[in-house]
């Protein structure tokens, strides 16, 4: 699998602390370090290409099973509300 080139502007997912998928946008790439912004909270913070992901789909499936969203159905609402 060939690794996507990331540039300025794209925006990506990561997985945070194990756990929590983030949407964020790359900001600058350089040979081995992508700087990138939280979507969230604004945050910046360097990391490898690596640990970003191009799509949602692919970025939830890397995460723990315990971790995954649960898929919803008419039982949640009825419980929440």
């Known amino acids: ?19 929590f998928l ?3 946008i790359v ?3 350089t040979r081995d370090l992508c700087i990138i912004r939280y979507v969230d909270t604004g945050a ?3 990391i490898r290409p690596s640990r970003l992901f191009e799509t949602e789909k692919e970025a939830t499936n ?7 969203p ?3 159905s008419h039982w949640d609402y009825e419980l929440h509300h």
């Not at 890397?62 to 995954?68: E, G």
């Open 27 to 29: 900001l600058k790439v």
């Open 62 to 68: 890397r995460l723990p099973p315990d971790a995954r």
């Open 70 to 72: 649960k898929k919803s």
């Open 44 to 46: 910046v913070i360097r």
């Open 1 to 19: 699998m060939v690794a996507h080139i990331y540039h300025s502007g794209d925006r990506a997912y990561i997985i945070d602390n194990v756990r």
């Open 22 to 24: 983030r949407e964020v």
